[in-house]
């Protein structure tokens, strides 16, 4: 640990917190559907669109129509992108003439990418096309972000409306976000990643005769393209395996602290265009506060592990920090700060490999997503997750002074706390549920890498990872088997819709309550007492359920390694 | 119910068609059409070329083993500096494979500096720490017959330093080390881009 470490840390934690507003702003635009400063030059793109799909953008939905129009759409959708994965080798720009995907792996893959998780099963400079990158993969990028950010704007419908059915327009939402929020931010970035070395092109390979007479090809793409929305979006999906550990993804330390910056951007705007929308900015700064909190001790536990390193190679003869699956460019700070941002929010881009951290390094990771990826969070389900835990707040203090909840204006009453638990259980039911079944399963056993208690880790970060669509891995794991494919895309399904339509359910029943102003009796959501309490709920009630489970794995680790066990 | 669906199912279908085109097609393209004409060395993979033949990425790392070069940080992609296989070793804490190769590598290359012992994350990694490449320059100097003090120098010069004092570790590209080095020897031609 040093001190430019944690002035990395320190400053990444003021610029999260100094875009807040201005991100906020935008999203605020957005959310209310006024005009903004690009809609003179895309407002013809929007309406054409319109025109072309037959929607009225002033035509506002109930929650089930909201729901059952996402739905489908995201059902077409995935099958737009197995079909193009499964005609790969017919397609055009595949000069490396690359096969189709098998039926498990494009199914695994096209969902993988719908529900914003893009886990992946494949290795991208291996397995796919430019064509399939660009075609079938980025397009999810925008759209799974879309829609996260939809949902989360129709729970803030649901909040500030009084007395209504309706909670927004689906089409709309989704249309407006990607051509005024997500298109303009990935096009400036992208142009930023190239200055800084990301290539972009849409030749395949070339090859090079090395210095000493080898050769070596080299895999290129429309890289940028592609990482700036996957950052943005908090997506993860890399072109290429090792992701944004790879130099081609991620060339310096300058462009590094940028992506992280990015990883954050949308879901920090998100907490004050919550509290603005519900009329009190200060509701928004209270939930970013609660975050942070959470956030600045994740950090530190993963800096101070990987920095302490691994006693095991020190008797081994191998001094300092744990620099095995690290690049050097970024150094130790920035890698714990990547990995913890990362999983934070439901990103799952890596710039370091998370299998070989240190027992307590990669806990912090699996316990980030196992959260509900509720500390800033995914773009969009970050937001909902967090209020979630903001209502069994509210409800757990109702509980304690015997009145009937009430947050941002609005009575919590049975239905909504019913809607919110059945949300929040689906997590542990998928994570659990499924390691359990894998770790008992030939097939299942058949995965990791490694042995022992870390064997049972790659299998647990395979579940939590793809149930908290985050997409990042304990990477060891052979993933790519039908097994996997197929029981991983059930819980990345699940973990993502079993969480959209009871959130929109909410906001349906929210909008139909009348806003009742606070009183002297109203719980005050805004100080240190409400941020402690939301801290403290979030860490028992989604935090206490995987503690057996993470006994077995990092925990089990941690000592065996003290004890100089080797598996 | 079935209504509504039946109403989603133009826009959800032409709305597919419309957001992949833009999203998918032309917004790549449009990238990479700037990003060609703005940055063309960074955009094609910032090639290293000499003598008119492409030796390499400077941000790729390759398998020198040669005793007169500077060797670059174990790989762990595919058999070793595979770009078409990135990765790292995905080996935990507690594997055993992990620490005996790291016990192994340590008794061949004794004081060796950690970067030198471990593999990175992409298994493609340029750099090595200025410790990494100090440690080799008796090595390389022996084989070259050139003065130690001279490698030394042109490693000193070779050191980026972080940005700022805290963005990044101080750091050594290796091709470009070598390249230099072998400028310095007067070995292979000297056009470099």
New interface residues.
Partial sequence: MTL??W??IA?FIALCVAITKPMGLWLFALYEGRATPLTRVLGP?ERG?YR????DPAREQTW??YA??LL??Q???TL?TYALLRLQAHLPLNPRGLPGLSPDLAMNTAISFVTNTNWQAY?G??TLSNLSQ???L??H???SAASGIAVAFALFRGFARTQTPFIGNV?AD??RI?LYLL?PL??IY??VL??????????ST???????G?Q?????G?V???EA?KMVGTNGGGF???NS????EN????I??VQMLSIFAIGVGLTWCFGKAVGNPRQGWAILAAMLILFAGGVAVVYSAESVG?P??HQ????????????????MA?SALFATVTTAASCGA????H?????LG?LIPLFNIELGEVVVGGVGSGIYGFLLFALLAVFIAGLMVGRTPEYVGKKIEAREVKLAVLAIVVLPLCILGGTALASVLPAGLAGP??????GF?EILYAFTSATGNNGSA???ISANTPFYNGLLAVAMWIGRFFMIVPVLAIAGSLAGKRVIPASAGSFPTTGPLWVGLLVAVILIVGGLTFLPALALGPIA?YR??LAG??? | ?FD??VR?????????V???A????A??A???A???A??PD??????VVRDG?????G??A?????PG?FHP?PSA?GKG????????????????A??DR??AD??ANPGAP??L?????????????PQAAQWQVRRVAAARHIDEARIAGLVAASVET??L?????P?INV?KL??AL?KLAGT?AHSTR
Avoid at chain 2, 81 to 96: E, H, I, V
Avoid at chain 2, 117 to 129: A, K, R
Avoid at chain 2, 165 to 169: K, N, R, S, T
Wanted: a negative charge; zero cysteines; charged letters at 10%.
């Fill in positions: 430019a470490g002035t990395l400053l793109v669109f072309l799909a037959g929607v089930r129509q059952l129009a489908l759409f059902l077409v959708t737009a290795a400079e291996a660009m075609l079938a980025v397009p990028n925008f759209l089409w989704l249309t990607t298109l990935a096009v992208a142009l190239v200055a800084g070395g990301v290539p972009q092109t849409f030749a070339v090859d090079a005769t090395t210095l000493e080898a070596q090809t080299l895999v290129l429309p940028a393209s592609q929305i290429f395996n090792a550990a790879h130099p081609y060339p310096t330390a300058l590094n602290f691994n095991l190679l081994a003869g191998l001094a300092g920090a744990n620099l095995e699956g690290k690049e050097l460019r970024f150094g920035a890596v710039n370091a490999m299998d070989s951290f240190t027992p990669g890498l490694n042995h022992g208690p870390h880790s304990f990477g060891g680790e065996a390694m066990t080797l598996f | 119910m509504d669906l989603a199912l133009r826009p959800a279908l032409v709305l597919t419309l957001l992949f833009l999203t998918g097609l917004y790549p449009a990238i990479t700037v990003a060609q703005l940055f960074a955009a094609n993979g910032s090639l033949r492409v030796i390499g990425s941000l790729i390759q398998g020198f083993a040669a070069y940080r992609a500096y595979d770009p078409t296989a990135s990765g790292g070793s995905n080996l935990g804490p507690t594997s055993r992990l620490i790291v016990a340590v008794r950690a970067d012992l471990t593999t990175s994350g992409s298994g493609l990694d340029p750099d090595i720490s972080p940005l004092g805290f963005l990044g570790e750091h091709l070598n390249l072998d292979g």
